[in-house]
């Protein structure tokens, strides 16, 4: 049991049945007897790894441990995939918490026996969700329709991250309280988007500022009204529709986290501005007389002591169901391998590994497939529902995402830039097994394989044109600026960025004032908001709030790119407008969003590619801007399998 996924709604009501029986009638005290429990913790615990070797010898059975990994052979450099090999031999379950995402998945991997995941890195703690479920459940009743604001560092915090999934299955609604740099990762709220249909709607959240300083609130619900909330700063009268749909909710629960420290890079991580916490001005405030507080610990300063003695504190409880909740889960599984139902850790996608060995990598950092490659083959799922139609690989380890830049065909050694028109294209080769997938040309090249063959591009934009329509939006900007030190410059990496930077000097030069320039990657290792240029190396976030941003990308089309890029710009707080600025619109839109500045309209048919050249980016070559034709192959052994006809 990797993920809370692994676990169906149905499963988890019977799981939460079982607790309800626990500690433990005569029956109970035997349902584990003869069965032995190793416990393999790479990581502090106090909690999980008591609780569940609690819940082990309450059910009858005995523990197996090692105090410390540090004295085990890990400290030799055994690989995880031996030691779960090793330890798998010696019990009837493995329990494992390890600090890299996707540890336990790569040790499941290798263990004949069940595996259960005490919290791997940033990833996930479903353990721990199933413990706050079952009390909220036990406080609140029907997880349905409930709200339940999640604060502090929901980036790192595993435990939010299995949380939200569950509450999203069980219809709750969710509104994130994130200390700013900390904001929910861009995977989790696609995933929510993608799989349950939730739509995030920034909001003021001035009732919630009360207690909680600091940080804007995002609202996640299942329902979908809310399009116009990504537009709530040209939007007035949805802006005030969607700050009465929160200053208006009842608040079920507030779950509070500590700032997860041991997971933020050593040079320190993005974070300006105070950190939320809940205090006594909570106890004070009427509206949430009936809100619990909730709290996985160990806590640190973001929940102050005088919540202890009131009854809405039910943190304690929530430690203390630890106990019954794992001698049900232990129970359950035991239970469902004995009569061969035990599909939990099986994950039933087709998954796409790469052919080559040249594959790019995860995006993440901390994934195990980087951290330790020898015990895990990559795998990915793919979703074509990317924005702006890009190819999405998603690691089966860690969940996050990347955008595919060069597809391959593994029989003819060719390959071309991924582009949305080549979706079928793709299918076919993935389910032949014949598609290679590359993140830049050079690696492609060292593998072997040639480009498809490419005939004539248009160029309709030259370098001076380029030059003035940077100028000209530069011009319009700063007409309708009325504060010039509040403008924030975003590119949309990469291209964008380029052009932010040099919308931003033409301001600079203009306005004699300095213009801070940002940008944001939609696809990339997490930090999806940062400065540029980036600050001693650090890549710290911008503050938006309050400032009048421009977005800038090379090209719109659907404007899907778009919607995602707002999405992480009000995760981090509200700002006070947002305009777009495009140095191509193609037409072709699918979202409700029109570019405020425009370098050139380039009506194009669906067929046709437009691409924007860059200085920085191609070497040796000039600013330019081509349009060329996309003929998707039938047969991946028929070059040129794009044809560029004019
Ligand atoms: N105990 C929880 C975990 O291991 C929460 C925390 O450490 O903040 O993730």
Redesign the pocket.
């Known amino acids: 049991m990797i993920s809370i996924e692994d676990l169906s709604n149905r499963e988890i009501e019977e799981l939460f049945r079982l607790a309800d029986g626990m500690p433990a009638g005569e029956r109970e005290a035997k349902a584990c007897a003869g069965k032995i429990m190793a416990t393999l913790f790479y990581e502090p ?1 106090t ?2 790894r008591l609780s569940f070797e609690s819940a082990m010898q309450r059910l009858g059975g005995s523990v197996i441990s090692c105090p410390d990994m540090r004295s085990s052979s890990t400290a030799k450099g055994e690989s995880i995939a031996d030691t779960a090999r090793v330890v798998a031999s010696y019990a009837d379950v493995l329990v494992v918490r390890h600090c890299w995402d996707g540890a336990v998945q790569a040790m499941a991997e290798y263990a004949e026996v069940p595996v259960i995941n005490a ?1 791997d890195g940033s990833h996930e ?1 479903p353990t ?1 969700t199933l413990c706050d479920l079952y009390t909220l459940r036990k406080e609140k009743g029907d997880l349905k329709g409930l709200t339940v604001v999640i604060c502090g560092d929901l980036k790192h ?3 939010i991250h299995s949380l939200v999934y569950a509450l999203a299955r069980f219809g709750a609604h969710v509104v994130t309280l994130a200390a700013n740099g900390m904001e929910l990762p861009q995977y989790v709220i696609e995933k929510l988007e993608r799989e349950y249909h939730y739509n995030l709607a920034p909001v003021a959240s001035d009732d919630l500022h009360a207690v909680v300083q600091e940080t804007d609130a995002i609202y996640l619900t299942p329902t979908q009204p809310h399009q116009l909330a990504l537009f709530t700063s040209v939007d007035a009268e949805a802006q005030s529709r969607l700050s009465k749909m929160v200053s208006g909710i009842k608040v079920d629960a507030f779950y509070v ?2 700032k ?1 420290k041991e997971r933020m890079k050593p040079e320190g991580e993005a974070g300006n501005g105070g950190y939320p916490r809940i205090g006594e001005e909570f106890l004070k405030e009427k509206r949430f007389k009936d809100t619990v507080v909730m709290h ?3 806590r640190v300063d973001e929940l102050s002591q005088e919540l202890d003695r009131d009854r809405r504190g039910i943190y304690f409880k929530q430690a203390a169901y630890g106990v019954p909740v794992r001698m049900a889960l232990l129970k359950f599984l035991f239970e469902a391998s004995a009569t061969g139902k035990a599909g939990a850790a099986e994950k039933r996608i087709p998954l796409y590994e790469s052919p080559e060995p040249a594959a790019p990598p995860c995006a993440n950092a901390n994934c195990v497939t980087r951290t330790e490659p020898v015990s895990t083959r990559p795998r990915f799922e793919v979703l074509f529902t990317g924005p702006g139609g890009g190819l999405i690989l998603k690691c089966f380890y860690c969940d996050h995402q990347l955008k595919v830049q060069y597809m391959g065909h593994t029989r003819s050694r060719k390959y071309c830039p991924y582009d949305i028109a080549l979706g079928e294209t793709v299918r076919d080769w993935l389910g032949r097994g014949e598609l290679a997938v590359f993140d830049s040309i050079k690696h492609a090249e060292e593998r072997g394989y040639e480009p498809y063959k490419s005939g004539p591009q248009r160029s309709i934009m030259d370098e001076a044109e380029i030059r003035d329509a940077v100028r000209r939006m530069s011009e319009e900007i700063l007409k309708e600026s009325e504060e010039p030190d509040r403008l924030l410059i975003l590119g949309i990496r990469t291209k964008g960025s380029y052009l932010a930077k040099r919308i931003a000097e033409e301001l600079e030069r203009k306005s004699q004032k300095r213009i801070e320039v940002g940008e944001i990657e939609i696809y990339g290792s997490g930090d999806d908001l940062r400065r540029l240029p980036s600050v001693d190396g650090e890549a710290s976030a911008p503050s938006v709030k309050e400032r009048a941003v421009i977005l800038v990308d090379d090209v719109i089309h659907t404007g899907m790119t778009v919607k995602n890029a707002l999405s992480i710009i009000f995760k981090s707080g509200r700002p006070s407008s947002v305009r777009l600025a495009v140095l191509v619109d193609r037409g072709h839109r699918e979202m409700p969003v029109k570019p405020n500045y425009v370098g050139k309209h380039i009506p194009s048919s669906e067929k046709e590619r437009v691409r924007v050249k860059l200085r920085e980016v191609e070497q040796d070559e000039r600013d330019k801007v081509v349009i060329y034709s996309i003929v998707s192959p039938e047969d991946g052994d028929q070059p040129p399998a794009i044809r560029t006809e004019l």
């Open positions: 615990s909690r999980t919290g703690h721990q915090g595993r435990t986290t500590r997860q996985p610990l160990p």
